[in-house]
């Protein structure tokens, strides 16, 4: 496709479950990031990938979140044991390289709901 | 303490007026400002970047400014339609000695009425 894709839309699991979050970058795009969106908040940073060197995982709110790019391409986001602040609109957003002044792409989201 | 502050939080006009967006920061060493159009249930799309030496941008109806001598900027909103009903987003790049980082705004709502 033409643009960052992410899925599922929405996701709606049970506490405790883990879920998986899936986001494909526009092709060609070398960096890759994972933000959260919570209501009334702003984007949250989670991880960045850039190429093949080691991901920026900074952002991750814990040990429960994790991410991997495989093929420098398509991303995963796990998050296990999920709680109820999990509960978020994930975004994923795409760059050309992973320079300050690139724009990055975003996908629609995938709305987690943890009940 | 969030680094980008943007104000209002919310706002409602009439279809046809201007409007204003301001949006605040402490972000330094500064690299570049965007704003970014979130429609409800969409992703963020890029308005406008600018660095230190760009002092007003625009993209059709929309004008950016930056002051990076006192950390602000604008953007303006020029005859607004229905269609720009949506949250703004600033985002200011921090560039440090690690590489730079994105500092987000929570946005401003604004809400376009017939």
């Known amino acids: 496709g033409a643009g960052v894709s992410q899925s599922p839309s929405n996701k709606v699991t049970e506490k405790g479950k883990d879920v998986e979050l899936r986001c494909d970058p526009i092709s060609g795009h070398t960096a890759l990031y994972w933000y959260r969106q919570s209501l009334g908040q702003g984007l949250e940073f989670l991880i960045y990938f850039q190429g093949n060197s080691a991901p920026d995982k900074s952002g991750l709110p814990s040990d429960r979140f994790s991410a991997e790019r495989t093929g420098g391409s398509v991303s995963t986001l796990t998050i296990q044991r999920t709680q109820q602040e999990d509960s978020a609109v994930y975004l994923c957003?795409?760059?050309?390289?992973?320079?300050?002044?690139?724009?990055?792409?975003f996908g629609a989201g995938t709305r987690l709901s943890v009940l | 303490k969030n680094q980008v502050e943007q104000s209002p939080q919310s706002l409602i006009i009439l279809e046809g007026k201007n409007c204003t967006l301001q949006c605040n920061y402490t972000v330094s060493p500064f690299s570049n400002l965007r704003w970014y159009k979130q429609d409800t249930g969409r992703g963020p799309v890029s308005l406008t970047i600018?660095?230190?030496?760009?002092n007003t941008k625009s993209n059709g109806r929309y004008t950016a400014t930056l002051d990076a001598d006192t950390k602000q900027s604008s953007l303006h909103i020029t005859a607004s339609q229905l269609s720009d009903s949506a949250s703004y987003i600033c985002v200011v790049t921090y560039l440090g000695v690690s590489g730079y980082a994105l500092n987000f705004g929570k946005g401003t709502s604004l809400l376009v009425t017939p």
């Open positions: 600018m660095t230190f030496s760009e």
């Open positions: 957003a795409s760059s050309f390289t992973g320079t300050a002044k690139n724009i990055q792409y």
